[in-house]
């Protein structure tokens, strides 16, 4: 019988923000498979669940993601992931498909699951949801995402000047992902509309390489690839 | 010693998806604290956590967080919910209020804490990040809410109807929360912008008690507070 693909959230950094119900399920399945960049390097998700498994009872399966926009490299590593998947699922395996944050909000289970149904339309897949980035931002900032009658967006960052300032003025919260390529301009934008004092940037939130800046403080910083910002005006 | 305030994440309805966090704070809290509508209702947010703890072993506290928008009724019975809090931090109890899905996402720990730091400028207070409605209707559906450059908005439905049609268009994935109210103004816009087949209803989420309709569906159901709806645009 063919395996079942579960997209298992791992939350965004801390191992304590796991589910219990991601936990039961990587406790239950063979083939534990995670995304990482490269070959060789170490995958972010896959950090987060290390303290609940044991590597050596388990079918580790690291399947890369290449960070790029090239249509043809992207084609061809994921369909490597998805051949690698089919492969355990056909062989009767459970295979549990960890990403950081939620597995339905940007992220590699996407692809992943897309190109592998084109191959296997018929496998079953079930998604446990994670704490995303988001959601963690606002427990560790302590700072309400909505309330009321709020809107908040949630919105990879871009370097359309107009459309970051339209974003800001049209929403009570927004969460701009991605900002390390855009921080400069980003930065400018909220200075024009006064909001300093409501902008935060924070890198792998909740783990242990936390980093949370001010504006200012951003501003002289180096952000990574994870970092997002947070504009709740009040 | 003055307590601890710990506002936790439930998750969305099934118990399985607290995390493993907020069930070792709960397991550790002696007092735990949580909304319902009325005194002598039955509290969602303590439904979810229910398979976790003893109530004998507790000291369980239901506050009421009455559904309605008169200010001076809000504000008696906050300050009510409020003090009963304060007590128990000041006898140095740490205490876990519990909510829903997620304490910084439309949840009534932000009120209650509000009002709570007015009286107690001090104390100290942690947030354990939950799985918001929106993330656990994702799973459910199987449909991611954004990938690549895609914009997410999570909004409050409203009886406007030029609002609606424009948060639809603005964005690739809508989640309008509370729908039951304008439930009829809000299918006839998604209709006319011809989107029937990318929407879809959902109350009390991964619940034993979850309902998922379809458009037409939802057009002849009887949708409840804690109704959402998605507007996912492919």
């Known amino acids: 019988m063919t395996g079942i693909l579960y997209g298992i959230g791992a939350g965004p950094g801390d191992p304590e923000l796991l589910t219990v119900k991601a936990f039961r399920i990587l406790s239950e399945s063979k083939v534990i498979a995670f995304p990482k960049k490269r070959s060789g390097e170490k995958s972010y998700a896959r950090q987060i669940i290390d303290a609940y498994i044991d590597p050596k009872e388990k079918d580790m399966l690291g399947l890369v993601f290449p960070m790029t926009k090239d249509p043809v490299i992207l084609e061809r590593e994921w369909n490597k992931a ?26 590699t289970f996407i692809h992943m ?25 606002a427990a560790r900032l302590n700072i309400p995402l909505a309330d009321g009658d709020e809107h908040v967006a949630i919105i990879p960052a871009t370097d359309d000047r107009d459309a970051l300032k339209r974003a800001i003025e049209h929403h009570d919260c927004v969460i701009f992902l991605k900002v390390a390529k855009v921080a400069a301009l980003i930065s400018s934008v909220i200075r024009e509309l006064g909001l300093e004092q409501y902008a935060h940037a924070v890198t792998k939130v909740t783990s242990e390489d936390e980093v949370i800046w001010t504006l200012d403080e951003f501003e002289r910083a180096e952000p990574n690839y994870l970092t997002l910002m947070v504009v709740k005006k009040k």
């Open 113 to 137: 699951k897309n190109v592998l149904l084109k191959k296997m339309p018929d496998v079953k897949t079930e998604v446990v949801p994670g704490i995303s980035s988001v959601n963690g931002t």
């Open 82 to 107: 998805a051949d690698a998947v089919a492969e355990k699922l056909e062989s009767g395996e459970n295979v549990a498909f960890v990403t950081e944050g939620d597995p339905m909000l940007y992220s």
